[in-house]
Each structure stands twice: as C-alpha cells, then as structure tokens.
Nanobody, 124 residues
Framework: QVQLVESGGGSVQAGGSLRLSCAAS????????MGWFRQAPGKEREGVAT???????TYANSVQGRFTISRDNAKNTLYLEMNSLKPEDTAAYYC??????????????????WGQGTQVTVSS
C-alpha cells in the first residue's frame, strides 16, 4: 500500500533553512507526480511545489527562488529544500502523490495519497 512519511520539520529563525524529507513506500516516486503542500492554522491547504515523473518542477509564486523540490530515486524519497525562510512560511507541510499529473498541478484535489505532515515554524 502507498505510504508517505514526512520528516525534517522544526523551528528556525527568519532567513534560516530547513530540508524536509518524504520517505515513500508501496510505489516508486520517480513514476508518480509528487508534491509538497502546506496548511497554516485557519487557512486552506495550498500547493508549494510539485515534481512530475519526467522531472519538471512547478512552484507556487510565494516560494519561487527560495524552495527546491527534488527526489532521490535510490532512496525513494522526495525532498523540499527551504531557504530564506519567512514567518509566513510557518505551516504544517504535507507530502502528496498521485499516479498522474493533472492541471492545475498545485491543486490539492489532484493528489490521492498524503502523508501525516510535519510542522515548520519560522520566528521573526
């Protein structure tokens, strides 16, 4: 069965960096459309970045140039490198997967499999 387990969240000061990991089992990340989403208290879950099977990455405007999505096929793991973090990046971050990429790519409705989330807190 498909399973996604996130790790790497924590508390950092503004301007700092974190790397989130998402260990996948039950499928191959290189064959799926993978994504990172986040949800702040009282807000809707929003797309942060996605990575298609052939390697095309898509980013939300709010993180473009600061975050990088990548995968390690040998480890079957998805990553989100987050630099220049801002207080508004504070949220629970979720890993997601789906067999097919659909438009719009950052829409959470297009992903069927989800991890349990990891908290990121950025202080000013």
């Amino acid at each position: 069965q498909v399973q996604l387990v996130e790790s790497g969240g924590g508390s950092v000061q503004a301007g700092g960096s974190l790397r989130l990991s998402c260990a996948a089992s039950g499928f191959t990340v290189s064959a799926y459309h993978m994504g990172w989403f986040r949800q702040a208290p009282g807000k809707e879950r929003e797309g942060v970045a996605t990575l298609e099977d052939f390697g095309l990455a898509t980013y939300a405007n709010s993180v473009q140039g600061r975050f990088t999505i990548s995968r390690d096929n040998a480890k079957n793991t998805l990553y989100l490198e987050m630099n220049s973090l801002k207080p508004e990046d504070t949220a629970a971050y979720y890993c997601a997967a789906d067999r097919w990429a659909r438009w719009p790519k950052l829409d959470r409705k297009n992903f069927n499999y989800w991890g349990q989330g990891t908290q990121v807190t950025v202080s000013s």
